[in-house]
């Protein structure tokens, strides 16, 4: 993040390594599978009196807030934006390159969930989610509060979160009238960064050509052009031309970090490099 310049940013200042984020960060998302679009623009469109809300907590809990919060609690409405910025700059050089494989990991979450749901009722599903957070006599109870969760006390329904960065213990956000937000980890966090195994791809390089075939194998983290050459052999403006044929093809994605640009194969190229299985094992026969 330094290359970016996010290291000594707002960003820097309103995120801690521990302890209390300011809720207007992390908006209530729209929908299921929210646009990211979406999610800056929550942010910007926080009411004052919630922004300066949650930087009194931030205040009231780090004893005293840096000079880029100041400025955005003396001028609550025009800096927000931003901050919405540097969010979406921590997006496109941290997250935006290993999005296709966290987002896979999260929707087969949301899947087993509600599969859950509908066969055994989310009552059972809530106790089986974590240790820390129960759900009994018609409320949730998570471990940390001192009160638990009702449906009168908190606000109308209940949004589950999974993700990847939590940690083994969940957290709940609760900012009535929003729906509480328990975001616990998702399943499958363990394999997010194993490397798949690959078949043999002579029948796929017969298609595309042996030197894109060895590139989207490669490239199952995000990787720069010089790395690539220096992995595969092949020269720097070799890599070049072959990564901007799979990039037009729908294969691979560039997104820069700094100065750098870094290449990741699509959920496209996943399901063209994934071993071959059985209809009966792909249908979960």
Known sequence: MTA?????????????????????????????????????????????AVVRRDLDRLRHERGGLGPESEALYADPRARPARVAAEVEAYWESALAPYWARIRAVLEADVFHRARQVAERGAGEVLNERHPSVSWHEDALRPARRQRALSRRTAGAGLLLIPSVFTGPDPFTRVTPPEPPQPAYPARGIGTLWTRRPVEPSAPLAA???????????????????????????????????????????????????????????TSTAESLLAPRQSRAQRCGW
């Open 207 to 265: 298609v595309l050509g042996r030197s894109r075939t060895l590139l989207l194998n490669e490239v199952h983290t995000p990787a720069s052009t010089t790395e690539l050459a220096h992995r595969t052999g092949l020269s720097p403006a070799g890599v070049s031309q072959q990564l901007t044929a799979l990039r037009d093809a729908g294969l691979v994605t560039a997104h820069r970090a700094g100065r750098t640009v870094l290449y990741a194969r």
């Open 4 to 48: 970016a310049g996010l290291h000594r940013g707002r960003l820097a200042e309103l995120i801690p390594p521990v302890g209390y984020m300011p809720d207007f960060l992390n908006p209530t998302p729209p929908g299921p599978a929210p646009a990211l679009a979406a999610e800056p623009a929550g942010i910007v469109a926080t009411p004052v």
